[in-house]
């Protein structure tokens, strides 16, 4: 659960680029015609210059924006959230991302903005360093806040970028894109959102249990069970090994209470993180007898996809926002472990509230996941939700009803946590492609006459269209 995450990407599933010869030539047009896009977006109030990194073709630019503390409540102060423009012509789409953490200050692109050949801007989320409001009044952390920020950065720079916007983003990134159309439905043109998870009653999580009893192939299965089991039993000596590396990086486990329960976690963590990045194939990697694998093979196999370090202070630091919203509001899910025998389980998944330092005031809302659920199933409107068939968060997915219009969900073979469109079966992959391209308003004639011949409007470019993974817990979107 929260290490599958771990590796979590920027969750950019970013893909494609125009020819750079293209691409300048559209870039210049903005500047020729007496534009200076660096001044239009200094002329927005609030807005100010970080830095801005060169990319052929583009302009990226590092910004922070004046943002209220407390959209209900302005007078309660403000903050800097730091967001990014990745410029290519006023007069192209704009796709709006988050990945509901951390923002990348290094040039990148999602996959719909590929699509459209657009412009992008990036936001960090609230509460994600440096994004983080001081003094910190967690309270104002909630998925409507959030939306709110979006709005008003929506706001400010729609005047600049007039032309059609699609907001995205994958996994924690997804659900945001999913929260700001639920309170803001008027913003945004069309909505992509990726392996997003839809836990709407967070005490009913059986669905996890259904997904692992399936998932992959037997042997796979049996083989990451066989390890994440080996693992509890053999807990004093690889607790050693534990100690050791704690002592060497001066880790330490205030937070989630001792290292044995930090232990616990990590290895809880290891079939779930296993699927949530990993495949079929890779089931070759993992020890096919674990009862007679070395403690050093056991290790390094829990190691490599768990990460013995996540559940240190240090490892959890940076994402108390995260799991402070899964305690609040976003839920998290429970699995059981069938073939491990109960005395070998202290803990069990460990809630939300275990992750965040007690000096953070929690408290559960129940309400806020059904919300969402019923707007989305009766008010979904141009909105595309794309899921992959081996990850474990797809288990919980949006889903539509008779209210929904022009909205979909597709799901991807075989793909993990990192589905995209470009990854679902032919005839999914073209009409997707079209109903963004015709959301974002530049669907060529061909296309609207015949969708099957749907593409990309831009080149992939394997610099800008790298995807970021970035190691984070399984309980992690």
Known sequence: MRKALRWLLTLTMLIGTVSAASAATAAETDVTAGTDIEERLLSVPGMSLVEEKPYPGYRFFVLEYTQPVDHRRPSKGTFQQRITVLHKDVARPTVFFTGGYHVSTTPRRSEPAQIVDGNQVSMEYRFFTPSRPDPADWSTLDIWQAASDQHRIHRALKEIYSKNWISTGGSKGGMTATYYERFYPRDM????????????????????????????????????NGVQREALVRREALSEKYEALAAGNGYTFDTVGSLDKAYEAVVLDYVWGFWQYGSVADCAQIPADAGNATDDEIWTSVDTISGFSFYTDQGLSPYTPYYYQAGTQLGAP??????????????????????????????????????????????????????????????????????????YVMTAPGMNHGANVAGLPDGERALATARILDWAGVAPDAVKDDPAGAKPLAKFDRRLDVRDIEREPALHR
């Not at 996890?208 to 998932?215: G, L, N, P």
């Not at 939700?385 to 990850?391: K, L, P």
Request: proline letters at 8%.
């Open 189 to 224: 043109d069309g909505v992509v959102a990726y392996v997003a998870p839809n836990d709407v009653v967070d005490k009913e999580d059986s669905a996890y249990d259904r997904f692992f009893r399936k998932v992959g192939t037997e042997e796979c299965r049996t083989r990451l």
């Open 334 to 407: 429970t699995i059981r472990f069938p073939h491990i025998e109960k005395k070998y389980v202290r803990y069990g998944y460990q809630p939300p509230r275990d992750f965040v330092p007690r000096s953070i005031p929690m408290t559960f809302d129940p309400r806020a996941m059904r919300d969402v659920d019923t707007w989305v199933r009766h008010n979904a409107r141009q909105m595309l939700f794309v899921y992959g068939e081996n990850d474990p968060w797809g288990a919980e997915p949006f889903r539509l009803g008779k209210g929904a219009r022009d909205s």
